[in-house]
Each structure stands twice: as C-alpha cells, then as structure tokens.
C-alpha cells in the first residue's frame, strides 16, 4: 500500500504513488460513486464539484491500514481521526488555484487517489500545482486510475484542477496532526471568547500605543491576543509586557525564568493560531525550544493541547 512514494519538495513538499492500492481497495472506493444520496453540490466560479463524505462507507481496517503507511511517509504524529470525501467532477468543471491552510482544528495532511479508469489526457482533470496563484504550473499529476498524491496543507501549498470533459472521480483521505485538533480549537475559541482588550492592565497602554504608531495593524492585534492569553491565565503585569513585546517583535523573552519563558511562547503561539493557521514549521521551533521545560499547573490544559506526548 502506498509504495514507493516519490518525494519532491518543489513547489511544496509533496508525493505520489503510482499504484496505491490493491485492486479489491480499488473496487471498494469505486463503489461509493454508485450512491446518489447524500452529495453536496459546489458550482461557484472558483469550485465547481460534488462532495460526500464516506468516512463511514470505509472499512475500519484499510483506513487504519492507510494510516499507518502515511505516518511513515510522512513522519508526523497523525491522530486516529480520519476523514473520507468521495469527489466527482462532470464535463466543464474546474478547480481554481488555491491553497488549504490549514487553521487551528483543521487537517494537515491529505491523500488525494484517483479513480478514472481509460483516462486520456484530452479528458482533462490534471490536478496542477503552483508556486504563487500568479505563477505557471510546476508540477502536474495526471488522475490516472490508481494514482495517488499526497501533501501537507500550509499557505503556500496552491493548486487547482484543469476543466474536465470526462467524469473525473477522486477519494480524499483528511489526516490531523497531534497538535492541531478540533479539541485545540475549541480551547483557543473558549480562551478568546468575548475580546476585549479593555481588559488588560494599563501598565500595557503607552506600550501598545507606542507600537501601534509604528507597526502593522496584525502584529499589534498578534500581540494583544498575546497579551490576554498571559492575563486569562492569571500571570501578573510585567508578564503580560513582557508578553506583548515579544509577539510584537519588539524584544525577545529571555529563558531566565522558566515559567514565564513557557507562558510567553505559548501565548505567542495560541494568537498566532487564533489569527491565521497551524504552521507546521513553527510548531517545530516551538517545541525545540520548550523542550525539556516544567509542565506548569496553569500552563497545563494548554500545553497538553499544544505539545502532546
């Protein structure tokens, strides 16, 4: 299953399989385009498909089976959780250039299989790849039957799918990183509910006016997000300062003081989620450098949430 991968880094890490599955796997995901019910149809100017999930038309044994083999392709901590859409593309529809960030709760991976037996490439349906929405394909994967493509979703991972003449049939298989669950997102919503940055101490003030003369409206709003995850948590003012000027890019938070140290970074980390999207490299960094480091009581809903074992 799913062997050999073919790895390339450009535009975006990725891979494929030319054979993925077995014929009697093959068989089994074909069968879900018989079904009529249950399809979500998209016929905007920038999507145009029909959807459906089939998660649970799929044997608990392959989906475990295909887990395991994109844990080892790619080398992430991917969580049990596993979604499957059946998509179906009809003569003249099209897939613009996108790109799937991937926000806070929202998959990281996906395993893209076609099933479109006799393909000719007249039929169309090339899923083309981008290094910028304004740039010419660099890569393109033809969806001949049985070939297999996967990648790891951040903001510059773009792509669409050429206008099709032919009916065009693809299973999605949705993986989650360990620490970019919908149970993270639900704890980042509950931290940040109800925003009012009246709420943090005046000790803050002339440091973030002084910051907002000079510094982009996202940063200041990054580092206020910061800041009221520090106050939320219960941490006293110099802390919360502290907090602010670090996700500002006005000073660095020296490791002095190991708790404080955890606190910022991870504050830093939650706005950062809250206002754009899980980045996979960052995630990295952060967990280098809180690596070792005391598990705090008040810290601790968070970071269990963040850097799981």
């Not at 979500?40 to 608990?60: K, M």
């Not at 925003?195 to 982009?216: C, D």
Request: charged share 20%; aromatic share 10%.
């Amino acid at each position: 299953m799913l062997s050999p991968p073919i790895h390339h880094d450009s535009p975006f890490p990725f891979f494929y399989v030319n054979s993925a599955f077995s014929e009697e796997q093959c068989a089994a995901l074909e069968s879900l385009f018989l079904q009529d019910a249950d399809w979500q149809h998209r016929d905007g100017a920038f999507y145009r498909c029909s959807l459906r999930n089939v998660t649970e038309n799929i044997p608990a044994t392959f989906l475990t089976e295909v887990l395991g083999s994109m844990r080892e392709i790619t080398g992430l901590p991917l969580t049990n959780r596993v979604v499957v859409t059946a998509q179906r593309m009809l003569p003249g529809q099209v897939i613009g250039i996108h790109s799937d960030r991937p926000l806070v709760g929202y998959e990281l991976v996906r395993l893209v299989v076609q099933l479109n037996k006799q393909w000719q490439a007249e039929h169309g349906g090339v899923l083309e790849l981008f290094s910028s929405p304004e740039s010419e394909a660099v890569f393109r994967v033809n969806p001949e039957y049985n070939n297999a493509f996967g990648f790891l979703l951040h903001v510059d991972s773009h792509h669409g799918v050429t206008e099709v003449t032919q009916p065009r049939q693809t299973v999605v298989f949705n993986f989650w990183h360990a620490a970019n669950t919908p149970e993270l997102a639900a704890h980042v919503q509950a931290l940040f509910a109800d925003i009012h940055f009246s709420e943090l101490p005046t000790a803050l003030n002339p440091v973030a006016s002084a910051a907002e003369l000079s510094l982009p409206e996202e940063t200041t709003f990054r580092a206020g997000t910061a800041a009221l995850a520090l106050h939320r948590w219960g941490y006293d003012e110099p802390t919360i300062v502290t907090g602010y000027l670090h996700s500002a890019g006005l000073a660095i938070c020296e490791n002095h003081d190991a708790e404080t140290y955890a606190a910022v970074l991870l504050a830093d980390w939650l706005a950062c989620l809250y206002r754009d999207s899980f980045d996979l490299a960052r995630w990295n960094i952060l967990r280098r450098e809180l690596e070792g480091i005391e598990v705090f009581t008040r810290l601790r809903p968070t970071w269990q949430l963040c850097l799981p074992e």
